[in-house]
């Protein structure tokens, strides 16, 4: 379609960096999720259930 | 030390937000059914009137509620109208009570309902009257989107100073989504709505042609993500936990489920765009991410629906249990099907059918509908301090709504599968098409009433809530909610400053090894091999510094969620890298200078007029500019030797781009043709003038069968020819190239034009039922000034384009794309 200034090769290179990006994303997001201490991801589960005392 | 302090929420917002929500979801809905409505009954286009009116009322067609100009306006009303008051109403309140403190700003809150009510106003009355910037939910005129703007920065600064102010350390996931969309919304909103005024009413986008596609389709798909996903999967993690009375099922889930979903969602916007003109590799990543967003989005369904373990026995008798865990069942349903739909094969059957306006409404209307339901039915009894009217009605709105959805969503499966599937058919020959596109049409009118009375039903079943809502309002008595919270110290939260949190170990790591990543891709033979290597020490090295950290890098995350500032960073980060990726390099490079193969050729001063008036009335809902690369496209509308599948470069100066996303009546990306024989300025293509004429006048005249609306305003209003030089002028400064022109010039140029194809319209015994008496004279010079005339010398011009000589390809490689654009053809 156009001259030739970007990659011919996209084809192949596109599927590669997608997989590894969103690889990397994942795998950082879970090595982080599964370092949280247990009793940290209660406290935070928790956080919505936790009401202050009501005032009336 | 830490003390405690009195605070009473603000509620009063949450409250006006969540009655706007319901009263203009109604209206919105209401405008829905009556477009539906319109697809199977020409006749709701405004000649029901004289039904119901016994004749009183005139009228084959009322340009205020024509089809393509209420379709905008239901999809606006919904979104953001209905979605985004519902979203406000969720968002004050959960955030005060996860921070535990009142919004910071009461004036800012105030500013934010009414401005966001106003901009409503502003849309329910500029898109009836044709004012529009024709590009799907970005139709809003330009003063509208600056409005939008202003009352974005002002929630988003009432929602940051109001976690600036929190007494709770950490940020809870809800927050996570709400600042995504906060940021992410703003992004998308600015650059898509980027353009150039000619007049108060009137601007065009910045962007044309391919880049104006992409552009759109970044903000139209990620509107669905920031704006109908994102905040309602935040209010989804706050108010499911409160249903049930228990924690989110995996917190450490939604940690994962956020992140994917923020980063991967942004590179999807391309899959509107398959089997086009839009560049391949553009088209593959917005495939693959589109597959890819299937594991996130279901990590946040399932999050969902398992909160709800152990609190089944509710969903018998509790309608707010009932409703979340049908929008979260129908928000896996469609995030099943985006990414079905997003695989080029079966997005060659699905694109342009209404497959794809089943899928949205799945989401729209299951998800954001019976979430927003479910939430408002929670809501209420703790607004007014008082139990809801009526349990009894609650569920049966329910199942009024559901069977609608169900009844909805089914009829478009069908409508839309089988309609493909007869498009593409052949005949036995297998070299030409069995049906024309009014026999699909006519086809699946049964799904279109079936479809309608779906739509009714939903409606019905909002209006029951609008019902109990109202008497539970009514019952009990608005009151701010007062609590007693620990005061949280200045010193022990947001402590982390944002170079320090940019110049940490994990974003220093990750941001390197990632750009040598990238060098590896796109430098040259060797450069590439050392920045793999210089990839892999680094990967390394992050590897090493992980374990010597000793619990630094996992520190390091832990603090982020107590620093809001930086942790908004990293998401915006996060959310705008896709976007780079694959703007950046579209905008650099797909431009007219690069164009191989055609080039459009531009339009003349009435052309321009008369595809102004396509805009305004909204044509693009119903027709498409783009054939597809695909057999069974080129064989309907471009099976000529010098036609064929739409090129890149034959829209490349069309600001606003008019490719579509359905076709209720044919492609029209060939509609044009050369210049008459003896004419200076008039074309004719497929058809002649007097046929676009009568068609536009009856379009069952000319084609049996039609659902098109008739438009008779268009052969009284006269073409704005004094527009015409400051659009120019605003055209050649956006690189369209336009010839040096006067204003006169301009204006005496579309006179002569106009004349032309009046002239050809009398000559070929054009008729006027309303003016009977009008002599031929009279009759050339009325049609001259009119729309009609500017219309039809656009629709006339549409895919006329000049050849481009191709260079020789150097080194052909494997690519398909290569070899075509190498072949002689």
């Known amino acids: 379609m156009f001259k030739r200034v970007i990659y011919e090769d996209w084809a192949a290179i596109v599927p590669i960096i997608s997989f590894i990006a969103t690889a990397a994303v994942f795998l950082t997001a879970t090595i982080r999720a599964l370092c949280l201490p247990k009793a940290r991801c209660q406290e935070l589960a928790d956080l919505p259930l936790e009401d202050p005392t009501p005032r009336r | ?825």
Not at chain 2, 577 to 602: K, T
Not at chain 2, 713 to 724: I, P, R
Request: glycine fraction near 8%; charge should be positive.
């Open chain 2, 1 to 825: 030390m830490s003390n405690t302090a009195t605070i009473t929420y603000d509620d009063k917002s949450v409250r006006h937000f969540m009655n706007a929500s319901i009263f203009w979801g109604i209206i919105g809905m209401i405008v829905g059914v009556l477009a539906a409505t319109q697809l199977s009954w020409w006749q709701m286009n405004g000649k029901f009137l004289e039904t119901i009116t016994f004749g009183l009322v005139k009228s084959e067609g009322l340009s205020y509620i024509t089809f393509g100009r209420i379709r905008p306006l239901h999809t606006n009303a919904v979104i953001f109208a209905f979605v985004g008051n519902m979203v406000f109403a969720g968002v004050y309140y959960s955030t005060q009570r996860l921070c535990r403190v009142r919004t910071a700003s009461d004036l800012l809150s105030k500013i934010h309902f009414w401005g966001w009510q106003l901009i409503i106003v502003g849309a329910a009355v500029t898109l009836p009257a044709g004012l529009t910037r024709g590009k799907e939910y970005a139709e809003l005129i330009w003063p509208l989107n600056i409005a939008v703007v202003v009352i974005w920065v002002v929630f988003g600064l009432n929602f940051f100073l109001t976690l600036a102010r929190r007494n709770e350390r950490s940020l809870y996931v809800s927050l996570w989504f709400y600042i995504a969309t906060i940021v992410t919304i703003a992004m998308l909103y600015i650059v898509n709505h980027l353009s150039l005024p000619t007049s108060l009413l009137h601007s065009y986008p910045i962007f044309g042609g391919v880049q104006d596609g992409l552009v759109q389709w970044w903000y139209g798909h990620n509107a669905v993500a920031f704006f109908l996903t994102t905040p309602i999967l935040g209010i989804m993690y706050y108010f499911i936990p409160k249903a049930a009375d228990r924690p989110v099922y995996s917190y450490r889930l939604s940690i994962i489920h956020f992140w994917a979903l923020v980063f991967i969602y942004i590179w999807a916007g391309p899959h509107h765009l398959l089997n086009t003109a839009l560049p391949r590799w553009l088209q593959m990543l917005g495939m693959l991410f589109s597959v890819m967003l299937w594991a996130p989005s279901w990590a946040g369904m399932l999050n969902g629906l398992l909160t709800l373990r152990g609190a089944w026995d509710k969903l018998r008798t509790d309608p707010v249990i009932k409703f979340f865990a049908a929008a979260v069942t129908f928000y896996g349903m469609a995030t099943f099907e985006g990414p079905l739909l997003s695989i080029r094969a079966v997005n060659a059957l699905s694109h342009y059918t209404d497959w794809t306006v089943g899928h949205v409404h799945s989401g729209a209307l299951g998800w954001n509908g019976f979430m927003a339901a479910g939430m408002f039915y929670w809501l209420a009894p703790r607004l007014w301090r008082t139990k809801l009217w009526s349990t009894s009605l609650a569920n049966m709105h329910f199942w009024v709504g559901l069977v609608g959805i169900l009844l909805y969503v089914a009829s478009m499966w069908v409508a839309g599968i089988m309609q493909g599937l007869m498009l593409a058919q052949t005949n036995p020959d297998g070299a030409t098409l069995k049906y024309e596109f009014v026999e699909t049409l006519n086809s699946i009118n049964i799904y279109y009433g079936i479809r309608s009375f779906g739509g009714f039903l939903f409606l019905t079943g909002f209006l029951m809530c609008a019902v109990n809502i109202f008497m539970t309002a009514r019952k009990g008595r608005a009151e701010d909610e007062t609590v007693e919270v620990t005061v949280l110290e200045k010193a022990s939260k947001d402590r982390m400053t944002l170079s320090e949190a940019l110049s940490s170990d994990p974003v220093v790591h990750a941001v390197l090894a990632l750009a040598f990543m990238i060098l590896w891709f796109l430098l040259p033979p060797h450069a590439d091999k050392a920045a793999l290597v210089v990839t892999i020490l680094l990967i390394a090295k992050s590897v090493s510094a992980f374990r010597a950290g000793k619990g630094t890098w996992s520190d390091y995350f832990n603090r982020l969620l107590e620093n809001y500032l930086p942790f908004t960073v990293l998401i915006f980060a996060a959310a705008a890298v896709g976007g780079l990726v694959q703007i950046i390099p579209s905008l650099l490079v797909n431009r007219a200078v690069n164009v191989e193969d055609r080039v459009q050729v531009p339009y003349t001063p009435l052309e321009l007029a008369g595809r102004d008036i396509y805009v305004a009335e909204g044509c693009y809902n119903c027709h498409s500019q783009m054939i597809r690369t695909l057999v069974p496209d080129v064989l309907r509308y471009g099976p000529g030797e010098d036609q064929g599948y739409s090129r890149l470069g034959e829209s490349i100066y069309d600001h606003p781009y008019q490719w579509g996303s359905k076709r209720t009546g044919p492609d029209l990306a060939r509609e044009g043709g050369a210049l008459v024989k003896d004419a200076k300025l008039m074309r004719s293509g497929k058809r002649d003038n007097l046929w676009h004429f009568n068609h536009f006048l009856d379009p069952r005249q000319m084609s049996s069968g039609s659902n098109m609306p008739a438009y008779p305003w268009l052969f009284e209003n006269k073409t704005a020819l004094k527009e015409l030089p400051a659009k120019i002028a605003a055209q050649a400064r956006l690189g369209v190239p336009w010839p040096a022109m006067t204003k006169d010039g301009i204006e005496q140029n579309a006179r002569d034009q106009a004349m032309e194809i009046a002239s050809s319209l009398v000559t070929a015994g054009a008729f006027l039922p309303d003016k009977p008496d009008l002599g031929p004279e009279e009759l050339r010079r009325h049609l001259s000034e009119t729309q009609i005339v500017a219309l039809i010398a656009y629709v006339q011009k549409i895919g006329v384009y000049a050849p481009v000589e191709k260079p020789p390809v150097k080194n052909p490689t494997l690519d398909p794309d290569a070899h075509r654009s190498s072949s002689t053809r």
